[in-house]
């Protein structure tokens, strides 16, 4: 009667997540593909549809598109994980803020390099993003600034001070680089758009936010029982009703699947 329960909530809740409106995917109904039960505190899919938990023991895992489990990674030394960048799925950026750690993984989640932001006084780091040709974007508490690091981390470009640009010291709750833009979400959830050499543009105040994701030119994110999708370039703002009688905590979309993380598990289903 159990697993009777559980199928047909399976069925349901993959039935009206592949129902979303987002770029290709279509109105047909489809059974998900998975459900995987691990527990999990966020979820993220790579440009080749690899569907990446962490645990809330802070280790990362790593399943193909039919959710079968592939590689683990896990390193306590460090504490808490505070992002996972999946946006390269060759070179995975973990980042550990209470330790200034970074741990690079190629795509079996194996360590390719460390580098600690410790051993240079004059960085605190806060945020990390990946950006083009192996570089990355990281937020500088010290000087209220975002620059952009080559691949040996020596320093490329630096932002204005943000006190400057906004009156205000900024701490940002997520950071994320896509489409040649940085986008710097805020503990109030105000997203901060730069362009790609930090100038910033404009903010969004989208009601509801409290995490996003981009896709094609579209900032994704739930609020409430709603998927959101932010047209980038027309502003247009188009949403998906999830009439499903269960928390959803995040959405992640890839090219041909959508993982959907609630309490009790991640569900995968098609994008078409």
């Known amino acids: 009667m159990v697993d009777k329960k559980r199928n047909w909530y399976k069925y349901l809740l993959g039935t ?8 290709n995917i279509s ?19 790579d440009n080749l549809d690899a569907v990446y938990l962490l645990t809330p023991k802070d280790e ?22 505070k992002s996972v960048d999946v946006t390269d799925p060759l070179r995975i950026i973990v980042f550990y803020a209470d330790f200034q750690q970074v741990v690079v993984l190629n795509n079996n989640l194996s360590q390719i390099l460390t580098y600690s932001f410790a051993y240079n006084s004059s960085l605190l780091v806060s945020a990390i993003a990946t950006a083009d040709n192996n570089a990355c974007w990281i937020f500088e508490t010290t000087s209220n600034s975002l620059i952009k690091l080559s691949s040996d981390f020596s320093e490329n470009t630096r932002s204005a001070n943000f006190y400057q640009l906004f009156d205000e010291l900024v ?24 362009d790609g050499f930090g100038a910033f ?7 509801g936010l409290t995490d996003f994701g981009i896709r094609n030119g579209k900032l994704t994110y739930m609020a409430g029982k ?11 703002v188009t949403t998906a009703y999830l009439p499903v009688d269960v928390e959803i905590k995040q959405i992640a ?15 995968l289903s098609p994008a078409n």
Do not use: C, M
């Open 16 to 23: 009206f997540i592949s129902l979303l409106l987002f770029s």
């Open 27 to 45: 109105f047909s109904q489809q059974k998900p593909i998975a459900i995987i039960d691990t527990p999990a505190k966020a979820v993220f899919i």
């Open 60 to 81: 990362l895992l790593k399943y193909d598109a039919k959710g079968a489990l592939k590689w683990r990674y896990g390193d306590n030394r460090y504490g808490k994980v």
């Open 171 to 194: 701490f940002p709750k997520k950071l994320l680089v896509a489409n040649q833009h940085i986008y710097l979400q805020k503990p109030n959830n105000e997203i901060l758009i730069f």
């Open 201 to 207: 543009l404009k903010s969004l105040n989208l009601e």
């Open 226 to 236: 709603k998927l959101h999708l932010y047209d980038l370039n027309s502003q247009n």
């Open 253 to 267: 979309l890839g090219n041909k699947i959508i993982a959907a993380l609630t309490e009790k598990g991640v569900f």
